[in-house]
């Protein structure tokens, strides 16, 4: 029997996958407030339109629920946005040139910034150099960033300023590299590297503060930085929202960004609701977990929370700091994992027993290993329990230890673009930096979830963009690649389960979101296509035209 409250906002004419097993497909969609009333036929939804209620005729197209992108970077996605783009930059004219345009639209910057930069930016597989950076940007600061947020290069100005010039004692797994002549190349490795360059940015390396250390601002940042750093995030969100996003979890944080969010949760602001985590440094003393359990205890709203930890295990592929159980082709080195077993073990058990969820960046099949012992660790320490402990990227694994998520209970949380197959970033030869037997069960989506293991699916935003169609081409066609690549293609149905529906369990929210059902929060997105009756190859070519968050339109094409 249908509800007799009426309705404010109809969606009518959808070829909606609601995500509802009692339910899985509908023709319309009816909400009421924040919450959608009911969810069936145009002709038993249209009857409980209420007065001055909208109704949108979705022309046939899918509507789903709103997308939940489950790995972002809000605050510095945002701020990328406005800084030197520099992604596809290749060779020195061509770095000289879009340097000196962006470096003229922002005069007053300390420190002229660039995001998304390529490794091998000079071109023909060559890294820059601080002289590299000193002859494209001569007059002024200026440093970059990789689009993988791991590495970052700098010119002499900016080492010097940041006091890099000869070099620093940094924490395990973090670099400021050194030439022959013992002062800096310009490439920074890892974040307590790269640290004091951000400082010297727009936004005072605020926007990664969460991400280098889970440290606040020192000193507190002023009332005017505050307001321009709600500002840009506003802007982030707006532009999340624009492709049909209605929930992001975080995956740096800290008690500052937290009370940014807050502060625009309050004055309508914040767009999409927010999960943000107290991020563990691998130096950090583990009674700092005590402020994970601060942040849970003061941020538990239904628009933003705190309840899980990220810690980082290694790096990544392409700068040879993800931990592997082979050395490096045709080196001796096997990357460095930025905690000890020991260390990792014990951090898992406290926060395990804390009730707190775990997400653990671990990219080398050695840090995948470890990071499977510290879940097993704390499970046998604690007993079992339903903990959605998660490994992020999972970019290769070894054979044995694939059955090992299921067993664990363990979440795959990957990102598709991330991938030689997802056609974003260049593809990797065997033999240069990834093993042939690596290659096999590298980016294994398909092996992984034919385990039973949950996968679930995001971006890393601004690693790559947070267009969520993009990320849904790159899951469901990829592009062909030669052996050893396995194909790991996935249905469109399960790929977009893992955006929206799994992303909400993954978050314990799986009775509140993630399924059109009546009760559920009214958050939802509109596309521009029928998705089932696109071919895979131009699956990016869709987009949200209409995104709704708690019954609020985010978002109108």
Known sequence: ?????????????????????????????????????????????????????????????????????SHVHLFSGSTSLEYLDMLGVTGADQLRQRIAAYAATCPDDLCVFGSAASYFMMGEGRAATRQDLDAACPDRPFACIASDLHTAWANTRALEMAGLLHGASLPAGNEVVLGPDGTATGELRETAAFGPVLALTRYGGRDLLGYVSGDDPTPPATHAEREADKAVIAAGMRHCASHGITGLHNMDGNFYQLSLLEEMEHSGQLLCRTEIPFHLKSYDPLDRLAEAASMREQYSSDM????????????????????????????????????????????????????????????GDAAVRRTLDGYAA?????????????????????????????????????????????????????????????????????????????????????????????????????????????????????????????????????????????????????????????????????????TVRGGEITYEA
Request: overall charge negative; aromatic content about 6%; proline content about 6%.
């Open 1 to 69: 029997m249908m509800s007799r409250a009426t309705a404010n906002l109809i969606i009518c004419n959808a070829s909606a996958l609601t995500f509802d097993e009692a339910q899985p497909r509908a023709e319309a969609v009816a909400l009421s407030g924040n919450r959608i009333l009911a969810v069936g036929s145009n002709k038993d939804i249209r009857p409980l339109a209420g007065a001055n209620c909208r109704e949108i005729d979705a022309a046939g197209h899918t509507l789903l629920p709103g997308f939940i992108d």
């Open 304 to 363: 933003l929370w705190s309840r899980r930890i990220k810690l980082f295990m290694d790096g990544v592929i392409d700068s040879r700091t993800a931990f592997m159980l082979e050395p490096y082709p045709n080196t001796e080195s096997h990357g460095e994992p930025l905690v000890s077993a020991e260390r990792f073990n014990q951090a898992c058990i406290i926060a395990d027993r804390m009730g707190l969820q775990i997400s653990v960046h671990a990219i």
């Open 378 to 546: 704390a499970r046998a320490t604690n007993g079992p329990r339903d903990s959605r402990h998660r490994i992020e990227h999972i970019e290769t694994i070894h054979p044995d230890d694939i059955p090992r998520l299921k067993q664990l209970d363990v979440v795959a949380s990957l990102q598709p673009m991330h991938s030689p197959v997802g056609g974003f970033f260049p593809g990797y030869t065997p033999g240069e930096l990834l093993r042939t037997e690596q290659c096999q069960h590298a980016f294994a989506w398909q092996t992984i979830r034919n385990t039973g293991t949950p996968v679930t699916f995001s971006t890393d935003w601004p690693v790559v963009p947070v267009d969520v169609m993009r990320t849904v081409r790159a899951a469901v066609a990829g592009i062909e690649m030669e052996s050893p690549w396995t194909p790991q293609r996935q249905s469109l149905l399960d790929t977009l389960a893992s955006y929206t529906r799994d992303n909400a369990w993954l978050e314990f929210n799986e009775h509140k979101k993630g399924r059109l059902k009546a009760g559920m929060f009214a958050d939802i997105a509109l596309m521009s296509h029928q998705l089932e009756e696109m071919q895979p190859e131009i699956l990016d070519s869709a987009q949200a035209t209409l």
